[in-house]
């Protein structure tokens, strides 16, 4: 716990570097701005006893010496605006140094948060393919944003208010006390109450807040889940029963709120009362205490005033203390995703050509422990040639591409990946990346124009080759189709591409990338046969030399490519040419193949059986 | 995720827009008059209550006596008493007129939104509802309980303050008066450019959380792209956007907040000047100057929140304006006065008028375009659908499957022609008369939070547990049902996020069985699903099309193949029509159709069956 503790405090304190001395200036600035606020009662004072009353005047002797060759009290009885214009001066300073407080602050605090955001961005970029797959986008949004809001509402407010309130409490109480003892002791006396008061109730709200919260949280679920389920709700004309559902959970969501406030309403009113207590106290002892001559009339309102002011901030402090738990806990969930280790290189990591051969040896492979998914698998695929992998579900064939772009690390002693002969272990990540492209089944467009998204790789804005990659994945026409053509902005209202143009889109934007090596993970599946055989055709012209690795289920597609390899539980059964493997009667390969090239027959069939049957 | 933004909001103060609000209001009556009454009695004992310290000044301190201090006391203690009551009253009624009437103008949104077509709900974002229905209603009950206690305490305490400085002395409390414009015509002109710096902020940090968001669901391809560096520049573009913005927002307000304390300041320079030499002369009036001196410091709090809460009535008009503008919406399908006569409202059905519904649909000479397009989809369409028979539409994803279905819900109403069932326009029964026919099973499930059973009672709200039990049998999914925690009564959670697609696919199955309904809509997944899910919803399809008018929205070719009418969908238009072995003789798009579904299908079904 201790070292947890440590670690979220460090995390942010790292985050700080840089703006520490501007912490420090504010730090700084707010105390100056605190002791001219506060001179400025005493200003009253002299004027209230000294000047208008008959008290004698105490001050630092060259002032006094000043005002005595002046003319003396008489000469401040004349000049009374003078006296007064002081405060103003003091108002002045203390807002000076409030506004120098305020623009310190927030530039530590923001640029602290900047760095926050950026880093967090950054590193979640970096994080392992295995992290993406196993935290969800909504927890880690969350955290990206709610939860670092709670950290700079605690560095831009609460951290220096507490410090604030310390210093204020600290440094009017001094003063009070050398005023009057027993008076500060009364005042004095009131602070932990206050403060504890405070601290035990917000907590105590919290913890209602909870409920009223999910109360919320239900109700708006219920109306989202109303809302976008609108035709069934329609369909099975349930409109009544939607409107009771609705009612019972509204009501609940402001019951819960109503009970709420009541009880911030207990919390008010006797916080009111205590603070009110507290004040009238001082000021009916101050009062005796005054008439009997223990103090001035003058310090009499400065006490009272430096107490008034006292009031508010250590009501405050116990919120701020009751909220701190909110901090800590969000530090925590934001700390959780900055200890995840970022892919890095080894060390000495080369750069080699990628053109040569791909070999897979020995390789096995599992995700975490659980059943293995490649078992002992080598293979060999040419350099320049296609090479084409057909698998069910869970056979291994997207871990092989995986494994190969090194979105998962084969560990040491599983075998190794050679490229050209180099274990791409060895190989700079970013190098071995920017020579393999990847097409996922279901690839990711950026809410970016279409342009912007084919062309991401490196912003060439070369419009000419752009259009010449999307020609190739067959989109250009399709792409200027659309009203806009490639400003198009993919994902907004009125334009939906189809799976399969969003596939072709993919194509093209790896198509920029010139890598000298290309997977297809079955990210041709939403494009008809045709179209397959087109893009294929074309990327075969434009290619040349690259390396292709593909994945499918079509025999139409394989039966072109150079070497197929047929996986079933993490092993090859069958590996050769298309001609090879049709040789194989018992073969999988041969029996896709004999039921695809069956359409055709089918196709005569059905003409015979109208409707026809499975 | 889908973030929606709001427009800008830039209207002067309008009482108009506010009447909207008052019979919300006035259901609450109590609760507010409470609430006001209860307040003014605080801010008229925050006015007196310098006066206990010009009365201690004036009759304990002055005359250095203590005689009926005790007596002080004790009325003292008793005002802070009342005090206190009085908050925890007005707090307890404020908090009744927030939430309740933000309650009922949740409700009524509500109650609206189920009457509204789709031509409402297909170009309305879900988020926009949401924010309506969520986040404006609550602004508004903010603003008529929070907002106008505060407006009301700053008013009262303002004026009261200014009547007890002139019943002191008439001319300090003038000088005081002096400053007042000039703080007012301040704050006015910091309120407005923070308020605007504000939104600008708002927009900016929306924007951010859509950048994480993109980051994140899009980092897997990053990745394969290496373009992470360009990423986080992009990204960085944005924080820095904030950072300026922010920090724009922070000056402003560093600049405004000294401002402010410099003129309070100058009011109490004023108040000690002058008073000062009215003391000097009339040492007696010692204690009405420190209520001067007290009230000088504290006025200028309340003044600024008199222009504060002003702006924030004026910005809160938006939240108004939004909801009445979804209130006044009209919907676009509504029955005619004959209809509802007879048949009854979606509310108050009249079931006792219902005629059987037997199947029958006929498009006639039907024209369509959908209300917020240009293009016409349809024309002159004419299609016979006979009780019983099975209509596939197929098509790629965005062709416009669903328009024929739209139409023959009634989700949409023909432009021009007809649309008969059983042999009578169906404009001339009851909307509700025709949906409690219909069953529909959709694409993504679309189920509610809650158990299994009370999902498949959504189809038939007085169904039995035998009925219920029946249903399942029906469409196969006992077995699942039974393999849950709970079986029928396992809770599904949101969405029915806990369940497999597959499952929650035979829940739908089952809820739709149920209703019995003479109508039947599948819009089919088109997410592959494992073989042995796949085989269970084949046959439970089978089920349920027996003996019911049918439009499957398809995509699995065992589901198409068995249609009487295949429609072939591209660019919304339909482009080919005929059963499976004619589409596929005529060798068209169907064709290509059908034989890419075809190659996937079969390739998947052979590799993972061995």
Redesign the interface.
Known sequence: MQSKNKGRFNMLYSFMEGYKWLFALAVFFTMLAIVFNYL?PQ??KI??DS???NEELKLPKFIMNFINSHGGRDML?NN??A???L??L???L???F??LF??CI??AS??TI?KM??HL??H????P?SW?VKNQ??D??QR??SDVEVIRNFISQQLIEMIRTVFLVGFSITIMFTMNIRLSLIALAFFPIVVAYSAIFYNKIAAKFKFADEAEGA?????????????????????????EN??TK??H???Y??K???L???Y???G??VS??QV?LI??M???D????VIT?GE??VF?FYNSMLIWPVRNFGRILSELSKTSVSLNRVLEIVAEEEEKDCEGAVTPDMTGDIEFKNVNFDYEGVKPVLKDISFRIKAGTTFGI????G?GKSTITYLL?R?YNLPEGQGSIEIGGVDIRKIQL?HL??N???V?QE??L??KTIKENID??E?SGDMERIRYCADVAAVDDAVMSFSKGYDTIVGE?GV?????QKQRVAIA??LM?KPSIMIFDDSL?A????T?AKIRSALKNSTGQSTVLLI?????TLMQVDVIMVL?DGKITEIGSHTELLANDKG?YK??YD??SS?ET??SH??V?????? | MAYYEEEDYKKPFSIKVWGNVIPFVKLYKKAFSMAMSFLILVSLIDIIYPFFQRYAINNFITPKSTEGIGKFALVNGSVLLIQALAVIIFIRNAMTVELNVSKSIRKSLFVHLQKLSFTYYNKTPVGYMMARVMSDTGRIGQMVSWGLIDLLWAVIYVIGVFIAMLFLNVKLALLVMTIIPFISVITMYFQKKILNVNRKIRKINSTMTGAFNEGITGARTSKTLVIEDNNLKDFSQVTDKFYSSTMRATVLNAIFIPIILCFSATSLTMVLTYGGYIVMKNPSELGTLSVFITYAVSIFEPIQQIARVFADFVSTQANIERVTGLLETEPDITDTPEVIERYGDNFNPKKENWEPLVGDIEFKNVTFKYPDGDEYILTDFNLKIPAGTTVAIVGETGAGKSTLVNLACRFFEPTSGQILIDGRDYRERSQLWLHNNIGYVLQSPHLFSGTVRENIRYGKFNATDEEIEAAIKIVAADSVISSLENGLDTNIGEGGDRLSTGEKQLISFARAVISDPRIFVLDEATSSIDTQTEQMIQEAIMHILKNRTSFLIAHRLSTIKKADIILVVKNGKILERGNHSELLKQKGYYYSLYKKQFEEETGAAVLNNV
């Not at chain 1, 005054?290 to 001559?293: F, I």
């Not at chain 1, 057909?390 to 579900?393: A, K, V």
């Not at chain 1, 939906?496 to 399969?500: F, K, N």
């Not at chain 1, 494009?527 to 045709?530: A, P, Q, W």
Request: charged share 15%; glycine share 12%.
């Open positions: 400025m200003i009253t004027i209230v000047v208008i009353g009885r009374l605006l006296c007064s214009l405060a103003l003091l108002a002045a203390s807002g000076l409030t506004l305020r623009i927030a530039k923001e640029g900047r955001r950026n961005f950054s979640i970029q970096r994080l393919y993406h986008t909504g880690i949004i990206c944003t109700l708006s679920a219920m109306v989202q889940e109303n809302l976008t389920g609108v035709r069934v709700v329609r369909a099975f004309g349930r409109q009544n029963y939607e409107i609705f009612d509204n009501d969501f402001a019951n709120w109503i709420l406030g009541f911030l309403s207990k008010w009113g006797i009111d009362f009110g207590l009238t000021v009916i101050g009062s005796i005054a008439a009997n001559g009339l009499f309102l009272v057909l698998g069910g579900t056979s772009d979105l970013e990346r920017k393999i492209g990847f996922l690839p990711f950026f809410s991401v790789f912003n209202r939906t591409l189809s799976g399969g934007r790896m990338q599946s494009v008809d046969s045709e397959d499918s289920h079509r025999i139409t079933d999988i029996k896709i039921i695809q359409l089918e196709l059905s003409a059986q109208t409707g026809g049957g499975n």
